[in-house]
């Protein structure tokens, strides 16, 4: 039976509230309580990687939870729905921190920043997981993932162009007020919208449910050397991302400056956030047609490093107050970032199948989940790092009691523009290294590998 396209709406509609709240958290709670509440960059940053990398050995035994569920609604929905619920109420929690000494918000950020991450497990592990349950058309189970990823994009997107605006229209001069406002609005349409999913979308397979143990992700990594080298470059290219989005708040807000702050990096994050969902829908096809795979992989990683390195002359020559002229090599910057993670998923899919010519195993969930384990371990890492980052260049924090934006040093100015832009470089370049000398699957090698595999699977 073929999915509708109510079905698939619902889906996507979840993926939008789903990544709503991942963006909301994953782009503002080192800025909440680091500059708005006055916490050490660095502690918030070692928090947010401890819990990031539970986060990622957790998921694991959510699978296992969620492969042992049975009830009349299915295995997935009441885990969706309860996580879902549980999530938005921590998600609220976050952002809306009481009153307390400097000792007892670093209590309650641990205590409730790891509730956070497991609760969302709770949500995502059986959201992603659902779609071998829904239908078992190959060929729709693999729009629904493109659905889902593509809507997920538009969750992250609206986070990106509305998050600040809303602060500063909801808070006033208390961003500490805004924030909390924001959070109850996206906690809200997050259960709408989950609703909506769980309402529509149901499932028809009972089929057994794989899952796969840590040891069991990293056996199969390191048995499956291009699939190491795509989860390798999948780190790099991501981590670079979480830098740059992580420290380019604190450039618009110190360096760039203004009284209209909040809407310069609001238009400049929309034009970023539209620029890498061009990237996936429009100029990865269009380039594709005029190059290989492999061919365009390596043009995007160029041109990113070529839209950094256009950031960091515009930085270091006084230039870096234009927004117009920022958004060029940002533009440039994420769109490239749009087709690299079309092609990292792809080359991904590709290394399944060299993975059970080479061993003989077709290990495709455990290959992808490895993918969530890494990328979640890699933001966590990325963030500590911006922690300490914040903390050496000496970058005071504008704290509700300070009043008007702190005025920073001409070195700490100096070393944000660095480490926004450096930083992502050498990552980047990392990335093309390692592709460039250990990656083998290119168009006519994966197309030969399938040909291989399916001649097999006829009894050719």
């Given at each position: 039976m073929e999915l509708t396209t109510k079905q698939k709406a619902a889906f996507g509609i979840g993926a939008v509230g789903k990544d709503m709240v991942y963006a909301l958290s994953a782009s503002y709670v080192m800025y909440y309580y680091q500059d708005v509440l006055g916490l050490s960059a660095t502690f918030v940053g070692l928090i947010l990687m401890i819990a990031r990398v539970f986060d990622a050995f957790n998921d694991p035994f959510m699978g296992?939870?969620?492969a042992k569920t049975r009830t009349r609604w299915g295995r997935f929905r009441p885990w969706i729905f309860s996580g879902t619920v549980l999530n938005a109420a921590v998600l609220y929690a976050l952002f809306a921190a009481p009153a307390l000494a400097e000792a007892g918000m670093m209590v309650y950020f641990s205590v409730i920043y790891i509730l956070w991450g497991v609760t969302y497990t709770m949500m995502d592990i059986p959201y992603w997981s659902m779609i071998p349950a829904v239908t078992r058309t190959p060929a729709d189970r693999e729009n629904l993932s493109v659905v889902g990823?593509?809507?997920?994009?538009?969750?992250s997107a609206l986070i990106a162009m509305f998050t600040m605006l809303l602060v500063g229209a909801l808070g006033g001069d208390s961003e500490r007020t805004g924030f909390r406002w924001v959070a109850l609005i996206v906690a809200v349409i997050f259960v709408v919208t989950e609703i909506l999913c769980?309402?529509?979308v149901k499932e028809t397979s009972g089929g057994e449910m794989k899952t796969a143990?840590?040891?069991?992700m990293f056996k199969a990594l390191f048995a499956n050397d291009q699939a190491l080298v795509v989860v390798g470059s999948i780190v790099l290219i991501n981590s670079a991302l979480y830098l740059t989005s992580n420290f380019i708040i604190y450039f618009f807000k110190y360096d760039f400056g203004g009284t209209g702050w909040k809407a310069s990096y609001t238009l400049f994050s929309t034009i970023g956030g539209a620029a890498q969902i061009l990237g996936m829908m429009i100029l990865y096809p269009l380039v594709r047609k005029k190059l290989s795979n492999t061919g365009v992989f390596t043009l995007s990683l160029a041109?990113?490093?070529g839209g950094y390195g256009v950031l960091l002359v515009l930085c270091l020559t006084g230039f870096s107050?234009?927004?117009?002229?920022?958004?060029?090599?940002?533009?440039?910057?994420f769109a490239c970032n749009g087709m690299l993670s079309v092609l990292t998923t792809l080359f991904l899919s590709n290394s399944v199948d060299y993975g059970q010519l080479k061993t003989g195993r077709r290990e495709e969930s455990?290959?992808?989940s490895m993918q969530t384990f890494v990328v979640k371990a890699a933001s966590g890492v990325a963030v500590f790092l911006t922690g300490i980052g914040l903390d050496l260049i000496g970058l005071v924090g504008n704290t509700e009691e300070t009043g008007p934006v702190a005025a920073q040093s001409a070195s700490t100015l100096l070393g944000l523009r660095l480490m926004m832009t450096v930083l992502p470089m050498v990552v980047l370049v990392a990335a093309l290294v390692l592709f460039r000398r250990k990656f083998t699957l290119s168009d006519d090698h994966a197309a030969e590998i399938s040909a291989q595999l399916h001649g097999k699977k006829e009894g050719v």
């Open positions: 296992v939870l969620v990823r593509t809507c997920a994009g538009v969750g769980c309402a529509s143990t840590v040891g069991e041109l990113a490093l107050g234009n927004l117009v002229l920022l958004c060029v090599p940002g533009v440039v910057v455990v290959i992808f």
